[in-house]
């Protein structure tokens, strides 16, 4: 900073000395030495998408993260959305409820241990596509590290979520409901996986509030809690 404000004073000093000419050229290096290098971008982005994760996983680990949260519940499964309609038009409305509850207790659970392996893959994103990240949309980022692991995020999060779901018997529950709707005279049996819904679900949901948190950076200044996500997202901003 010191450097900056002596560079300047220097400028001002010299100024009535150049031409025009000069003096645009010497504060457009100025003003080039505060850009961050293509290291620097690469660096901020996963620095703001780690801090997007981790704030993400925070919030939904949190009890209620996931059910007190409207953006993000996880609902009774869509597909077999008349299992849930029947159950509640023959008075179990209160097991679906608490079902939905186990559901997403075990998203919230899950959540704990969702950071890691998020940070893991966000440090394998390479420097490629750094500077049209850093100037794309709002959730640029957040659209990269979704596009590019999001297979593999999947494939890693599933057996976290699978055992979640058993510690907060929401596996049982299901079952317990799908096995009472199969023995409704006349009805299809139906049977859908929960614990790859359930992952999916719980992704979509981490997914939704790194892309707040992502924006939130972009936006905000005071968000930017480093001085690298300072000179990075305030380059951007200039």
């Known amino acids: 900073m010191i450097r900056h404000l002596m560079s300047l004073v220097l400028l001002v000093t010299v100024a009535s000395a150049c031409t025009t000419q000069q003096i645009t050229q010497a504060l457009n290096d100025y003003l080039e030495d505060d850009k961050p290098t293509t290291f620097e971008v690469s660096s901020g982005l996963k620095e703001a998408l780690v801090q997007g994760i ?78 049209n990240l850093l100037n794309g ?62 992952t999916q679900k719980a992704l979509d949901g981490l997914f939704t509030l790194v892309r707040q948190e992502e924006a939130n950076i972009r936006e905000n200044p005071t968000a930017r809690v480093t001085q690298l996500l300072k000179k990075v997202f305030g380059y951007e901003e200039g």
């Open 54 to 131: 981790t704030k993400g996983a925070n919030s939904a680990s949190a009890t209620d993260g996931f059910f007190g949260n409207p953006l993000i519940k996880i609902p009774f499964p869509p597909e077999v959305q008349k299992v849930e309609n029947t159950l509640r038009d023959i008075g179990l409305g209160k097991e679906v409820d608490k079902f939905v509850l186990t559901l997403n207790r075990g998203a919230e659970e899950a959540a704990k241990q969702a950071k890691p392996i998020f940070v893991n893959a966000i440090k394998q994103l390479t420097i490629q596509d750094a500077w």
């Open 137 to 198: 949309e709002q959730d640029a980022a957040t659209q990269f590290l979704e596009r590019t692991t999001r297979s593999e995020l999947q494939a890693k999060f599933k057996p976290v979520m699978k055992n979640a779901l058993d510690q907060t018997n929401a596996t049982r529950y299901y079952g317990d409901l799908v096995t009472q709707y199969n023995k409704i005279p006349f009805v299809e049996d139906v049977n859908p996986n929960l614990d790859d819904y359930a």
